[in-house]
């Protein structure tokens, strides 16, 4: 199994439309609510190893500027704003190729790793809910891309399965930077992902074990954001107390 059997992708364009008029994933909007925190993701023209044996918790999380070539090239949507959130399992046992921004549960917001251009990522830490028996996002996290028109990034979400050797499709956005006032995304639905058990005879799931669950659930190992960027300068991330 070498590539990503995108589900969404191979349905037919009108279950996408019904996909993305559900109420899982609130569409473009501004944020409201008490500020807990913020920072920004700097597209940073060196690419590769930024801040060299730097794990420094400063607010600007560094990204490659241009990781989107060859292969791993991205087109820039007429839309500003694409959200797409997962419906049903979907894993590949290749890690993406990209820029990785790891996320940890906690009591709070807190930078622990803040250069995403060398292989082990940036890592941030978000505040979780745990009265549900499992770690649940507990903030809203808005996303919008400012910066020159006319470049766009990527941002896909995985939560890997270390026991599978599996790596779940959380869902994705791209940002796609146009002239005028920029456009705030509320993006919590990258935070649960659709979840089975994979029979290795025939790469399906097994009848009975498809469950959503949160990215922090103890089934995964890690979750990360893959980043793949097309000159995008700037994108401010802000997470606001529940409404």
């Given amino acids: 199994m070498n590539k990503f059997n995108k589900l969404i992708s191979a349905t037919v ?5 019904v996909a993305l008029a559900m109420p899982a994933f609130a569409g473009p909007g501004h944020p409201t609510g008490k500020l807990l925190g913020s920072f920004n993701m700097i597209g940073h023209p060196k690419n590769v190893d930024v801040l060299p044996n730097d794990n420094s918790n400063g607010r600007a999380i560094m990204i490659p500027l241009k990781n989107a070539r060859g292969p791993d090239s991205i087109t820039c949507e007429a839309d500003e704003v694409v959200l797409v959130d997962d419906t049903a399992p979907d894993y590949s046992d290749t890690e993406p ?15 622990i790793d803040r250069d995403a251009t060398d292989r082990d990522g940036a890592e941030i830490q978000v505040p979780t809910d745990t009265s549900t028996g499992e770690p649940v996002l507990s903030v809203g996290i808005w996303l919008r891309v400012l910066g020159k028109p006319n470049t766009c990034i990527d941002i896909d979400a995985y ?16 940002l796609n930077r146009k002239t005028g006032k920029a456009t705030w995304v509320k993006v919590n639905s990258l935070f649960d992902v659709y979840f089975c058990d994979v029979d290795p005879n025939t790469d399906l799931c097994l009848a009975g074990t ?34």
């Fill in 159 to 174: 939560a890997y399965d270390f026991d599978q050797s599996l790596y779940f499709f959380a869902g994705s956005v791209d």
């Fill in 210 to 243: 498809t469950q959503e669950l949160s990215v922090f659930n103890n089934v995964f190992e890690d979750y990360f954001w893959n980043i793949l960027n097309d000159g995008t300068r700037i994108v401010q991330a802000r997470l606001y107390a529940m409404d």
């Fill in 97 to 111: 190729t990209g820029a990785k921004i790891h996320f940890t549960a906690g009591d709070s917001f807190e930078i």
């Fill in 13 to 17: 364009a009108g279950t996408l439309a």
